[in-house]
């Protein structure tokens, strides 16, 4: 249903519970470390979300950076359960249900070390893209970061005319008191039997009818904002760098450590041909072909400043990581653009052992050189990248940043985890170590519950877990059959509360999660 404030976005049905870890300003400073620029890191400066959904992201990051979070979504269903879960922990963060032209105007805005929007620029009008370059203009600070996530081209021309009919289908073909859900399915359908008449543009774009099939397998809640929104304005990545500079901003790097890896993304072919263009927005934009950009993870920085080689080595040979799973559970290869590429065993395995040594705690760069000394710098470097990348492992704040937010941390872990007595919603706790997310499962948290409550057996973890989904009529799949008995369902969950026991606990202490 269009309601006059909603300017065409799709209000019917809320965004997703999910978690992105490329606004945590920690990852966001790696990734720019990674490039070799500098970046501002302050105890009590100040960051923005614009447009945070549901507001788990910026909770999370309002918890496990130093600072104060500001944040906005117009979406007032949103605001409000973002403003309660903040209330949990007693959070200062000010999260609103401006528009972007409410927010603008406001008085009472500090200057940001960081300004972020992830999955906004694109869903959202030619007006309201300028108010947040406007906005970034008169807010972001010199040497602040701005991350923005937008959908692009070349990757989408062939689906673009498929996104169109959807929203088509929507806005002319069904009623608008017709369930949400029940819309979103309709235009699925009307698409399908379209393209099922053979069109020339199916035969234009081969892949497309595998695309949709995919897109019915979706979440509804994701399905409908990347896909239904009146607007949707698909750019190539030199018209976002060209829409930005009003504001003083420079392109810097990709929130995406892998993409500084050339052989997972380029053929010999491709290096070769970018290696020769000089300009870093034409050889960027060139690199969008390569490897058939459909969605971008950018960063900018207002007023970048580059580092010296020797101080961009010195900062990255300080920085600490820590893995998120087990050693032994790291895939043993990795997929980008150009294939697939099996890790080297002689390269990583002395850095997952040297990382996964003492009991998981965080590691220096410097510390994993000094445990792997046969492995030159470079090296080093590029696997731990790919770790990132991958997933397994993260960048860490300071130890002084780390102490100055686990209070808070705890406190929110302790809400979200009595959240899971409940519901599935938010799989996700607040590490003081990384400032970030860190993926735990509704029964891992039910476990860590049943922890805190004083219960050392495994057994009696599961028995609680049991006693939750139990009384709500909730049972365990397993090979795709649901569980029946209560026996079985208890056994499940005590087989999966021993290996959280074996495997997980030391890695979410060493994550201070526990």
């Not at 945590?24 to 400066?45: H, I, K, M």
Request: proline letters at 5%; charged letters at 20%.
């Amino acid at each position: 249903m269009s309601n006059a404030w909603n300017e065409g976005y799709f209000t019917d049905e809320g965004y997703t519970y999910s978690y992105s870890r490329e606004i945590n300003p920690v990852f966001q400073r790696y990734c720019l470390l990674l490039r070799g620029f500098a970046t501002l890191e302050t105890s009590d400066g100040y960051h923005c979300e614009l447009g945070f959904g549901q507001g788990v992201s910026i909770n999370i990051h309002a918890a496990a950076n130093p600072g104060s979070f500001i944040g906005t979504d117009f979406h007032p269903a949103q605001a409000a359960h973002a403003q309660a879960l903040a209330r949990t922990w007693n959070s200062d963060a000010q999260l609103y249900d401006d528009s972007f032209e409410q927010l603008l105007a406001r008085k009472d805005l500090p200057q940001f070390d960081s300004i972020s929007l992830h999955g906004i620029w694109t869903w959202v009008s030619r007006d309201n893209q300028k108010l947040i370059v406007e906005f970034a203009r008169r807010h972001l600070k010199p040497g602040g970061m701005l991350y923005v996530s937008y959908n692009c081209l070349p990757g989408w021309s062939p689906s673009a005319p498929l996104r169109h009919l959807f929203s088509l289908h929507d806005r002319f073909a069904t009623s608008s008191s017709t369930n949400p859900q029940q819309r979103i399915d309709a235009a699925l359908q009307f698409s399908e039997t379209l393209l099922a008449a053979n069109p020339n543009y199916a035969a234009a774009a081969p892949s497309i009818a595998a695309k949709l099939q995919s897109i019915k397998g979706q979440d509804r809640h994701y399905v409908a904002h990347e896909y239904f929104n009146r607007d949707w304005n698909c750019m190539y990545f030199t018209d976002v760098v060209d829409a930005l500079a009003p504001a003083k901003l420079d392109y810097a790097a990709t929130a995406v450590p892998l993409d500084t890896v050339d052989p997972l993304n380029l053929s010999a072919e491709g290096m070769d041909f970018l290696e020769g263009i000089e300009h870093p927005v034409m050889r960027e934009q060139a690199r969008d072909y390569f490897v058939n950009q459909h969605f971008r993870r950018d960063l900018y920085v207002r007023g970048a400043n580059r580092l010296t080689a020797s101080e961009q080595r010195q900062a990255l040979l300080n920085t600490r990581f820590v893995l998120l799973q087990a050693a032994e559970s790291v895939s043993a290869s990795v997929r980008g653009p150009a294939g697939e590429a099996s890790l080297q065993v002689e390269i990583y395995g002395p850095v997952l052992e040297a990382l996964a040594a003492n009991a998981y705690t965080p590691k220096t760069l410097r510390q994993l050189s000094a445990a792997a000394p046969s492995l030159p710098y470079d090296e080093l470097v590029q696997a731990i990248t790919v770790l990132v990348g991958m997933g397994a492992a993260a960048p860490c704040q300071s130890e002084a940043a780390e102490q100055q937010v686990e209070a808070r941390c705890r406190t929110l872990n302790l809400q979200l985890c009595k959240r899971a007595l409940l519901s599935a919603k938010i799989q996700v706790l607040a590490s003081p170590v990384t400032g970030g997310g860190v993926t735990v499962s509704r029964f891992q948290q039910l476990f860590l519950i049943s922890i805190k409550q004083g219960n050392k057996r495994p057994a009696d973890w599961a028995m609680l877990a049991w006693s939750v989904l139990g009384e709500q009529g909730e049972v365990l799949i397993k090979d795709n059959q649901p569980l029946l008995t209560a026996e079985e369902n208890l056994a499940e969950l005590t087989e999966s509360a021993e290996a959280f026991a074996a495997q997980s606990l030391v890695i979410f202490s060493a994550l201070g999660l526990i």
